[in-house]
């Protein structure tokens, strides 16, 4: 494993949760059309996921497609849903050599038959893998997220009474995660909200937003995102 190059005692987070924003203004700003920002944005973004994981950052969960996302053009969503498909059908020989477990986060039911059914074998293909986690984030939404915790306790007549968040947290869609809760939240493109990413998973979560668009955020954003993180002071509530 790459150790990166951080001052003695820096603090990596054990999960790093990104949402990739700014292609299309990328693409705007450079007289490109909107593909071509979301193509060099899913550029950017594995280059910077592999360096994390390379540096011992064990879950990366990022958000590639949200549930509000369906109310872009049928075109933008169609480029968007093919690009996602094929980053993952390359990903795999890669994620299978270095012990990635893959888990989408999010609906099935929505998005074309054949992604649909291309998450579901790359989960059970990966499902064994330790070493690292990657969540994706497809027709996700954190309110969507916890109706749909409900209705899996609803369905199994779980008793809803005296049930703790521990328990709660077995029906969300990062159940049996060694690490379910994000330590460090990246958006780029200087937007400042997280948009309902993992609501219940992210109360604790340290903030860190980048004015850059994704296509031109670098490994070195990383870092310095990192080096902010460590020097953060978390008392999860307490002194």
Partial sequence: MNKPIFPPGTKLPNHLAIIPDGNRRWARLHGFPTVKGHQKGFEALLAITKQARKWGIHTVTIWVFSTENWKRNKEEVSYLMKIE?????????????????????????????????????????????????????????????????????????????????????????????????PDLLIRTSGEMRTSGLLPWQMAYTEFYFIKKHLPDCTVEDLKKAILEYSRRRRRFGGD
């Fill in 85 to 181: 498909e094929e980053m993952l059908k390359k990903y795999l020989p890669e994620a299978q050599n270095e012990g990635v477990r893959i888990v989408h986060l999010g609906r099935k039911d929505r998005i074309p038959k054949s992604f649909a059914n291309m998450l579901t074998k790359i989960e059970k293909e990966t499902a064994a893998n330790t070493h690292y986690v990657l969540n994706i984030a497809v027709d996700y939404g954190g309110r969507d997220e916890i109706i749909r915790a409900i209705k899996k306790i609803q369905s199994l007549k779980s008793k809803v009474q005296g049930m703790t968040e521990e328990e709660f947290a077995n029906f969300l869609d990062t159940a049996d995660q060694p690490y379910p809760y």
